[in-house]
């Protein structure tokens, strides 16, 4: 027998030698959660270890995350029900949550990149990524207007990227035409060119208070019964001016993973998502898996499939893992 595959298998140095793929620090984006208030933290009951913190208590967590070798952070904020209504109106105020976060995180750690996200879900009293009418619609176009103030809000606080998440149809060009007249040509822009309407997102909406009052987000958030419907998004992506695109959620979409970097010459993300997340927590928990385990061979299977950087919740753990076995 002259063809024997174990021999690259016989030794953990042999292993490493040829291994094909591997993770990173570098590779790590970690979402926080953003609450008003001083010096406060509460749990997100579905998704153990993560938290929403308050301002002085996120400057702790990114110093903490800076220190591990994490590059970059995307913020959401969880905002009160007082400041949503059916415009979004607070996404561009300014002086709010978001805005004054990011430049407090720019002032102290200016090496730090921010990312952050552009739908109005977090904002509207409705809770949807777009403008809805009385009839329950979600209005495209009248929507791209509302996000447009957004992404120049957050760039003119000093976010590094502006990631639209809302799957409006031509949000991208909107978005990079306003950016390049208003002088942002080096903010990138990471789309969220692939998101499917599924339910691993549940933990997050928990997280932001953020679920739809009404109905629900598949007439414009992709059918997780389709792939090759990824193609449509990547090409029109690519000629609206994006940087990077992103796949979300995940570990149930290696196979549009590996289409979207076979088909593009950008940068793809992928994004392991809340559900994904709390699943693994949940089962370590009741002790029928190593969470560590588990959590690394996923963020690996995102690399194996073709991704460039992944959005995680296991990104600080994961991180320090690294620099362990580093």
Same mark, same amino acid.
């Given at each position: 027998?002259?063809?024997?595959?174990?021999?690259?298998?016989?030794?953990?140095?042999?292993?490493?030698?040829?291994?094909?793929?591997?993770?990173?620090?570098?590779?790590?984006?970690?979402?926080?959660?953003?609450?008003?208030?001083?010096?406060?933290? $509460? $749990?997100?009951?579905?998704?153990?270890?993560?938290?929403?913190?308050?301002?002085?208590?996120?400057?702790? $967590?990114?110093?903490?995350?800076?220190?591990?070798?994490?590059?970059?952070?995307?913020?959401?904020?969880?905002?009160?029900?007082?400041?949503?209504?059916?415009?979004?109106? $607070?996404?561009?105020?300014?002086?709010?949550?978001?805005?004054?976060?990011?430049?407090e995180i720019k002032n102290k750690f200016p090496e730090m990149l921010i990312m952050t996200d552009v739908a109005m879900d977090p904002y509207s009293s409705d809770g949807h990524d777009g403008l809805v009418d009385e009839n329950g619609n979600i209005l495209n176009d009248e929507t791209l207007d509302i996000l447009v103030e957004m992404s120049l809000n957050q760039a003119q606080a000093g976010s590094d990227i502006i990631g639209p998440s809302d799957m409006m149809d031509g949000r991208v060009m909107a978005i990079r035409s306003a950016l390049e007249e208003e002088g942002f040509n080096n903010t990138l822009i990471m789309s969220y060119t692939a998101k499917y309407a599924s339910a691993f997102y549940g933990p997050f909406r928990d997280a932001l208070d953020s679920a739809p009052k009404s109905g629900d987000k598949k007439t414009y958030q992709m059918d997780f019964h389709n792939s090759t419907e990824a193609l449509r998004e990547i090409h029109a992506d690519e000629a609206e001016g994006a940087d990077i695109l992103m796949v979300k959620p995940g570990i149930s979409y290696l196979d549009v993973i590996r289409d979207m970097k076979s088909s593009t010459s950008l940068p793809v993300a992928a994004y392991n998502v809340s559900g994904e997340y709390a699943m693994v927590k949940a089962a370590d928990e009741k002790g029928w898996i190593d969470?560590?385990?588990?959590?690394?061979?996923?963020l690996v299977s995102f690399k194996r499939a073709g991704a460039d950087m992944i959005l995680s919740y296991f990104s600080k753990e994961m991180a320090m893992k690294i620099n362990k076995l580093n």
């Open positions: 027998m002259f063809n024997r595959p174990r021999r690259n298998r016989k030794n953990a140095s042999i292993r490493s030698l040829i291994r094909e793929n591997s993770l990173g620090v570098d590779d790590l984006i970690a979402p926080l959660f953003i609450i008003d208030g001083k010096n406060k933290s $509460e $749990e997100v009951s579905s998704m153990p270890g993560i938290k929403r913190y308050s301002m002085d208590l996120l400057l702790k $967590e990114v110093k903490e995350l800076h220190d591990l070798g994490i590059k970059c952070v995307s913020l959401f904020p969880a905002l009160d029900d007082s400041l949503k209504d059916k415009h979004a109106s $607070e996404s561009k105020n300014p002086d709010g949550l978001l805005q004054r976060t990011i430049k969470g560590d385990a588990v959590a690394y061979e996923m």
